[in-house]
């Protein structure tokens, strides 16, 4: 390899990649072409999954406790924050569908109408 083809280290290259990257998300963020919502009415307050659980299969699970406790909002299941309790969201299925705190009667109504629903998270 002659004098000539070896003008740039590798260490050049990866921080020209990265002023480069930085530069762009900078160049980005001050003409405004990158927005940050505010409005949090329609955001994932977390994922989570669902573990069917039987007497025969032990399942695993943490030791810690989550962040997140859970409370009944009108009848159906809600997630709240607890540094932030006002920060809550209804737990839906993957069709978006709410998921009920307790079973329904088959007589009543399919949503309480009354805000002072029974609170089965305990």
């Not at 962040?67 to 737990?91: K, M, Q, T, W």
């Not at 079973?103 to 109504?109: A, C, N, Q, V």
Request: charge should be negative; hydrophobic fraction near 35%; aromatic fraction near 4%.
């Amino acid at each position: 390899m002659s004098q000539n083809e070896a003008r740039y280290t590798v260490r050049s290259l990866i921080v020209t990649a990265l002023v480069a990257v930085i530069g762009t998300v900078l160049a980005l963020e001050m003409s405004g072409k990158i927005s940050h919502s505010d409005n949090k009415d329609h955001m994932p307050v977390g994922d989570f999954q669902a573990i069917h659980v039987t007497e025969d299969d032990p399942f695993r699970m943490s030791p810690k406790a989550s962040e997140l406790h859970a409370v009944c909002e009108n009848g159906y299941l809600a997630i709240a924050a607890d540094v932030d309790p006002s920060f809550r969201g209804i737990l839906v299925d993957y069709k978006n569908r709410g998921v009920r705190c307790s079973r329904p009667s088959p007589t009543g109504p399919a949503v309480p109408s009354s805000p002072e629903a029974p609170d089965s998270n305990g």
